[in-house]
């Protein structure tokens, strides 16, 4: 069983800021394929990134790309998501995922564990 858990978020102004942490247990962290993943009220959870865990190969959404990063810690267990230019449009709960068989990044249904979400609200 794996274990997620985000840190990180907050509050912040447009143009902001935030790096997001997820720390994992329960696995072999450098097995685990780890995607990022947010949710707006009322709207459905979509994808934001994901890190290979094989080659770190890195896909992103369109409509982030350019302005996060992730990456991953894998001595400490941890991966990251650096978000900079921020925008109202980007309030959510942001959720770290893992998959421990890779089955494609940007579906949610594809993720095996996911933790409880981090807030993050962007204010103008």
């Known amino acids: 069983q794996v274990q997620l858990v985000e840190s990180g978020g907050g509050l912040v102004q447009a143009g902001g800021s935030l790096r997001l942490s997820c720390a994992a247990s329960?696995?072999?962290?450098?097995?685990?394929?780890m995607g990022w993943f947010r949710q707006a009220p009322g709207k459905e959870r979509e994808f934001v990134a994901a890190i290979s865990w094989s080659d770190g190969g890195l896909d992103y959404a369109d409509s982030m790309k350019g302005r996060v990063t992730i990456s991953r810690d894998n001595a400490k267990n941890t991966e990251y998501l650096q978000m900079n230019s921020l925008k109202p449009a980007d309030t959510g709960v942001y959720f770290c995922?893992?998959?421990?068989?890779?089955?494609?990044?940007?579906?949610?249904?594809?993720?095996?564990?996911w933790g409880q979400g981090t807030q993050v609200t962007v204010s103008s």
């Open positions: 329960g696995h072999t962290f450098s097995n685990l394929h």
């Open positions: 995922a893992a998959q421990t068989t890779f089955r494609g990044n940007r579906y949610a249904q594809n993720y095996d564990y």
